[in-house]
C-alpha cells in the first residue's frame, strides 16, 4: 500500500472515533434529564424505520405488494407476536396476495 492510502486510512479512523468517543468523555459520570433519555433510545427504532421504509415501498412495482406485507407484519407485531411469527405471517399474506393478483 502507498503512503497515502496508509495516511487516509488512519485519517478517516480518527474522524469516526473522535464522534463515538466524545460522548462518553463529556457525560461521564452525569445523568441526561429522563426526556432526552428516552428521546435517545427511540433513535435506533427511528433509524430503522427510516431505513426500511422506502425499501417497502419500491420491493416491486405494485406497490400495494409492499403495502400490504408491511400492514401484516405491522399487524402480527402489534398483537405481540414473535419475530419469526411477524416474518412468516407476512410471506404468507403476500404469497396469497400475489396468487390472487
Not at 487516509?8 to 474522524?15: E, F, L, Q, T, Y
Not at 427510516?50 to 415501498?57: D, E, G, H, K, Q
Not at 405471517?89 to 400475489?98: A, D, E, F, K
Request: aromatic share 14%; charged share 10%; glycine share 8%.
Amino acid at each position: 500500500m502507498s503512503k497515502e492510502i496508509v495516511i487516509m486510512i488512519i485519517g478517516m479512523a480518527i474522524v469516526t472515533y473522535i464522534p463515538r468517543m466524545l460522548p462518553f468523555v463529556m457525560f461521564k459520570g452525569k445523568e441526561l434529564p429522563s426526556f432526552l433519555q428516552g428521546v435517545l433510545k427511540n433513535v435506533p427504532y427511528a433509524t430503522l424505520g427510516a431505513l426500511i421504509f422506502p425499501a417497502v415501498l419500491f420491493i416491486q412495482e405494485d406497490i400495494w405488494y409492499g403495502i400490504i406485507g408491511a400492514a401484516a407484519a405491522f399487524l402480527a407485531a402489534f398483537m405481540g407476536a414473535n419475530v419469526i411469527v411477524v416474518v412468516i405471517g407476512s410471506i404468507s399474506v403476500l404469497t396469497v396476495y400475489s396468487y390472487f393478483f
